[in-house]
Antibody, heavy 125, light 110 residues
């Protein structure tokens, strides 16, 4: 069965960086994209970007450009999300999610079919 | 302010039907598929509907989705107390090349 298992909770000081891992199993890693979605306390879902399990190509949401780096380790089928220059409003649950579907040259017909359990990142000042 | 607009809350009695709307524009819902997610407190979202109207295996047929022009709806029939959760719509925003979500709708089963 498909599983995405994330690393444990983190507490960081403002200005620091955090790196969250997402270890996948139960499917061919190279065939799918992994997205990262975060949820601040009591708030909705916010997409941060995705990374291809095939070639490592990334697409980051404009809001996070310059602060986020997504990477993969195909030897362990693990995806990573690193966020730098942390601020208090980066306190959130961070989820990895597998994207099913496909993208054309101009659009994406995808959905998030499997999710990790979430990693709480707390940023203190 | 979310790109996709959902009502903050809806409510209905057990056994009744509820509809959750998701309004967007031509650059998102109008030209892409919509998916819906169910989230219970303290847990990860779960895929309920994909490609606007398809159910993953294991999702009861009480849940159905549809799309028309720049809006989408999630219908839940035969409401159960266990359906109380937050529901999110999401789709691709072609103008920004990003994924966008609605602000979420809290369902209360009275």
């Amino acid at each position: 069965q498909v599983q995405l298992v994330q690393s444990g909770a983190e507490v960081k000081k403002a200005g620091a960086s955090v790196k969250v891992s997402c270890k996948t199993s139960g499917y061919t890693f190279n065939n799918y994209v992994i997205s990262w979605v975060r949820q601040a306390p009591g708030q909705g879902l916010e997409w941060m970007g995705w990374i291809s399990g095939f070639n490592g190509k990334t697409n980051y949401a404009q809001k996070f450009q310059g602060r986020v780096t997504m990477s993969t380790d195909t030897s362990t089928n693990t995806a990573y999300m690193e966020l730098t220059s942390l601020k208090s409003d980066d306190t959130a649950l961070y989820y990895c999610a597998r994207e099913g579907g496909y993208c054309s040259s101009s659009s994406c017909y995808t959905h998030f079919d499997y999710w990790g359990q979430g990693t709480l990142v707390t940023v203190s000042s | 302010q979310s790109v996709l607009t959902q009502p903050p809350s809806v409510s209905a009695a057990p056994g009744q039907k509820v509809t959750i709307s998701c309004s967007g524009s031509s650059s998102n819902i109008g030209n892409n598929y919509v998916s819906w997610y169910q989230q219970f407190p303290g847990t990860a979202p779960k895929l309920l509907i994909y490609d606007s109207d398809k159910r993953p295996s294991g999702i009861p047929d009480r849940f159905s989705g549809s799309k028309s022009a720049t809006s989408a709806t999630l219908d839940i029939t035969g409401l159960q107390t266990g359906d109380e959760a937050d529901y999110y719509c999401g789709t691709w925003e072609s103008s920004l090349s990003t994924w966008v979500f609605g602000g979420g709708t809290k369902l209360t089963v009275l």
